[in-house]
């Protein structure tokens, strides 16, 4: 019984050291891989890689569970593999000009028992083809809407497109057509209302791809735009005196540049010294009948605009403007927008109120005064009745300087 006993034991210690070792021997080899991302018609790198490896076998198997190395030889007749390095800690093995069939799972095997497995995800990616981009008009006027499309052709994942003017962010509304094994082609639509500070600038189509880098396409927006008017006073620099002479000269900028530039006088006809040559106005021996309002209009195809200047001649031994000449003076400055500015009838109706009211108080004022005197004068001439007995004695009193009329007379002349 006790041999027995003892058997049993031995057998049982013999299966704890054979299945310590057996633990310790696969979990001592490790076995590891990456997942590679490689751009169509570049070179992919597939590594295997063991931890404490005890001489086992390494392979490598395509998707297709086909061994392509076998420790260092190479049972499949593609030459785009090679072998880059072998170990007993690791297999080596790259993919030269990769294509869109070659994407898949590829199996590394360690030969333990029970075999060891670890995978690695070829990912190919295809760059999309140069962005195209396209406008719905090439000219734009202002305010008006247009529109541009940029598409990018063929790429694998979808692109993202994003879409700047200038250095300002835009947003488009893109679209996602599925192609053929995974491919797709997106287009995006940028709708935008110009104005004419968007002459000339850059609209910029950027496409967003893991196989590429700054790929984008831009377009200049081409803006027309209705003329920028200004009046410029050419002589004289200061006050316009009269008997001096007056030069205006009308600038007038638009795009297209402005094909005509008229003058006119605001409700009046020109003086008849008045002269005009193209975008110049002269008029010579100033006086204040040429006071009013000289404009100058300018148009294109897309619109026109004007300016005006205020004329206001002074007397030829004025230096400075009085106080109400300044506020018209102040209306000279340019209106390139073409809005005509109009005087301030708010102020000029106030000033109205303050003279009106300071004249009635000045009329009630005087109307107190004369009256006062009025009575002060009738007062005198009753004063001798203030002594009378009776009323009789009052009136003879009253009328006593009437006795002696011949020591005291009136005489009217």
């Not at 008017?229 to 600038?251: A, H």
């Not at 010579?284 to 200047?309: H, I, M, P, Q, W």
């Not at 205020?310 to 004025?318: E, N, Q, S």
């Not at 004249?359 to 006062?372: D, K, P, Q, S, T």
Request: charge should be negative.
């Amino acid at each position: 019984m006790a041999s027995s006993g003892l058997g049993s034991h031995s057998i049982s210690l013999f299966f704890y050291v054979f299945f310590a070792t057996f633990l310790h021997k696969v979990q001592g080899q490790n076995l590891v891989t990456n997942n590679v991302s490689v751009v169509e018609g570049e070179m992919a790198i597939i590594s295997c890689r063991v931890k404490n490896n005890d001489d086992s076998v390494i392979q490598l198997l395509n998707p297709n569970r086909q061994t392509i190395y076998f420790r260092d030889v190479r049972p499949l007749k593609d030459s785009r593999f090679q072998l880059v390095n072998f170990s007993d800690n690791e297999l080596l093995v790259s993919l030269s000009n990769v294509s869109l069939s070659d994407e898949g799972r590829y199996v590394c095997q360690l030969y333990t028992d029970p075999p060891q497995e670890a995978y690695a995800d070829i990912t190919v990616l295809v760059p999309p083809g140069n962005p195209i981009l396209e406008s719905r008009e090439e000219i734009v006027s202002e305010g008006n809407e247009t529109e541009i499309t940029c598409t990018a052709m063929g790429s694998k994942p979808a692109s993202t497109i994003k879409w700047m003017k200038g250095d300002q962010p835009l947003q488009g509304e893109a679209t996602v057509e599925e192609l053929y094994d995974r491919m797709f082609t997106v287009t995006s639509r940028l709708r935008l209302t110009v104005s004419k500070e968007d002459d000339g600038v850059a609209v910029i189509c950027i496409i967003d791809h893991p196989a590429v880098k700054d790929f984008q396409a831009q377009k200049y927006l081409e803006v027309q735009y209705k003329p920028e008017v200004q009046i410029v006073v050419e002589f004289p620099e200061g006050l316009t005196r009269e008997g001096e002479n007056l030069e205006l000269t009308c600038k007038a900028k638009g795009k297209p540049q402005p094909h005509q530039i008229n003058w006119l006088k605001v409700d009046d006809d020109f003086p008849s010294h008045t002269m005009i040559s193209g975008s110049d106005l002269f008029i010579e021996n100033l006086n204040k009948s040429f006071n009013g309002t000289y404009r100058c209009v300018a148009s294109n195809l897309v619109g026109e605009a004007y300016d005006d200047y205020i004329l206001y001649v002074y007397d030829v031994l004025t230096t400075t403007p009085p106080p109400t000449t300044t506020t018209i003076n102040a209306f000279q400055d340019s209106r390139a927008d073409g809005a005509p500015q109009k005087i301030d009838h708010a102020v000029i109706g106030g000033i109205v109120a303050v003279v009106v009211f300071a004249m009635l108080c000045l009329l009630i004022v005087l109307g107190r005064y004369f009256a006062r005197h009025k009575g002060t004068y009738f007062t005198h001439e009753a004063k001798g009745a203030d002594d009378a007995a009776d009323a009789d004695t009052a009136i003879i009193n009253a009328e006593g300087g009437h006795n002696n009329s011949d020591d005291k007379k009136e005489y009217y002349i």
